[in-house]
């Protein structure tokens, strides 16, 4: 139990690196999300993933004192990307591999996989010590995005493609999808359920990667 322990502890030390860190709590919430989204095999392949997706065979340098096989590996990484506990998409016909942030990452992949100790789990988190962590980067994690009305907007101001919904379903290279909305979902669990509508399925979803698997 404390080897399972550690693996989850240095798997938290390593996700509270990326531009939204994983951020350490007394109460041990952090560590009962993670393992949630990661068996303790996985915890250990992710501990070796950088953000930036990188091949298998790059990961495999690192993974391979472990005993794994490149095969292995491989379906280890296929799974963890079906799971939505990493990232995955193709650069060329290369499959590539990476973490995620908590949010906005693995949490929004939880749309059909969410528990009610889970949704608990990540209210209480985002509440508090991850809350906090959002808040504070440096790096901007919103966008507002345009509706398309006329509205004035002065000649100092722009609006970016990046920020327009239109251009991003356009120029899309891999799928669209809409989805549920975790959000939502994980109120409903908690008992705080949205007060305004009951629909669900709101989340628009596009990949710029050539192709997602």
Do not use: W
Request: glycine share 6%; charged share 30%; hydrophobic share 35%.
């Amino acid at each position: 139990m404390i080897k399972e322990d550690q693996i989850y502890r240095d798997l938290q030390a390593h996700l509270d690196k990326l531009p939204v860190g994983f951020p350490a709590t007394k109460r041990g919430v952090e560590i009962r999300i993670l393992k949630h989204l990661f068996t303790p095999e996985e915890a250990e392949i992710a501990v070796q993933l950088p953000m930036i997706p990188e091949t298998v065979e790059s990961i495999y340098q690192r993974v391979k004192k472990s005993g794994m096989s490149i095969e292995q590996l491989e379906k280890n990484l296929d799974r963890m990307v079906y799971k939505g506990s990493i990232g995955g998409g193709k650069e060329g016909e290369k499959k590539v591999y990476g973490n995620l942030q908590l949010a906005v990452g693995m949490y929004e992949h939880q749309v059909e996989r969410l528990t009610e100790d889970f949704a608990k789990d990540v209210v209480q988190y985002f509440d508090a010590e991850f809350g906090d962590e959002m808040g504070k980067t440096k790096i901007p994690q919103l966008r507002t995005i345009p509706v398309e009305k006329s509205i004035p907007i002065p000649e100092k101001y722009q609006v970016n493609n990046y920020d327009n919904v239109r251009y991003l379903i356009e120029s899309a290279r891999g799928q669209i999808a809409v989805a549920d909305c975790v959000c939502r979902q994980v109120k409903d669990l908690v008992g705080e359920s949205c007060k305004t509508t009951d629909l669900r399925e709101t989340c628009l979803i596009t990949s710029q990667r050539e192709a997602e698997y």
